[in-house]
């Protein structure tokens, strides 16, 4: 149904015009780091990069990307962020799939909501569980990375109301007739459904894992096992370019903002190249034609 009326033509307008400001803080400063990563010393050190650089040059973009330590670092992230996903995603499903039953369908249904919720609220604590990572010889392992936070009751608990409220009864009534049982239920009825909520998740567990660079910091003590969050923390917050394997000649030629903002732009590239594949799910209904009538 088109609105033709002079409140809702406004009403429009002063939306477009906000959501365009909106998108303009987000990309403006990733423009500004792009400019100043592809500037020169000089005008970078200078502050006089703005959203357009000064004395282009990719320098430091050719520092950064042919330094080995930084390629292993980016390998490690990609694998930790593939691994983790995956991993996370799989225990969501399975978990928030139980969890959606009636207490009459699954016995016990809600002391086990209840274990998972309570983890939410209480810990171990950081020396416990680094304990128990070191007493399962997970140190400087991919695993640890990986397994101290497989599992997300959050996106649990997300997926458990979407299937509990999203997906019709009646579907799944009619697999269990068709001699269905609860995997093929879930592979076929319940998946497909859940493409958008999956999507979402997908999305926050991927940001999170590329993002994390604590546990890195005290599960590797082996810098060169280091993802590429743990690297980053180290050169710009610490400022120990050891770690970088770079000479004292290229220290020298290269500005400490240019060689930093390189890094950051490299960092944050891959999470934007993947946002628009899963964008088409965002904007997709969450429940269309599942149910004829």
């Known amino acids: 149904m088109h609105y033709r009326s002079t409140s809702y033509r406004i009403f429009s307008i002063l939306n477009g015009v906000f959501l365009s400001l909106l998108a303009l803080l987000c990309i403006l400063p990733l423009i500004h780091v792009l400019a100043v990563s592809l500037s020169s010393s000089a005008a970078a050190d200078a502050n006089l990069v703005k959203l357009w650089p000064i ?18 670092s980016f390998g490690i992230s990609v694998l930790r962020t593939a691994l983790g996903t995956v991993l996370s995603l799989l225990l969501s499903i399975l978990v928030g799939y139980a969890l959606s039953k009636e207490t009459n369908e699954f016995k016990g249904r809600n002391g086990y909501a209840w274990f998972f919720v309570f983890t939410m609220l209480f810990s171990g604590g950081l020396i416990p569980t680094y304990i128990v990572v070191q007493k399962l010889g997970l140190i400087n392992s991919i695993w640890a990375l990986v397994l101290p936070g497989a599992m997300s009751v959050y996106n649990t608990i997300l997926l458990m109301n979407f299937f509990r409220t999203s997906v019709p009864k009646a579907l799944e009534e009619a697999a269990f007739i068709d001699g269905a049982g609860h995997f093929r239920t879930l592979w076929s009825i319940y998946l497909p459904i859940s493409l958008p909520s999956l999507a979402t998740i997908s999305l926050f567990t991927m940001v999170g894992h590329w993002n994390a660079w604590f546990d890195g910091l005290i599960y590797i003590t082996d810098t060169a096992k280091y993802p590429m969050s743990t690297l980053l923390q180290t050169i710009v917050v610490q400022r120990d370019l050891s770690s970088m394997s770079v000479s004292a000649d290229e220290i020298q030629a290269l500005s400490n903002r240019t060689v930093k903002t390189a890094q950051i732009f490299i960092a944050t590239l891959p999470i934007i190249l993947v946002y628009p594949f899963l964008q088409r799910f965002f904007v997709k209904g969450i429940v269309l034609g599942s149910v004829k009538e």
């Open 55 to 72: 004395g282009f040059t990719t320098e430091a973009y050719m520092v950064t990307l042919g330094n080995d330590r930084f390629i292993s």
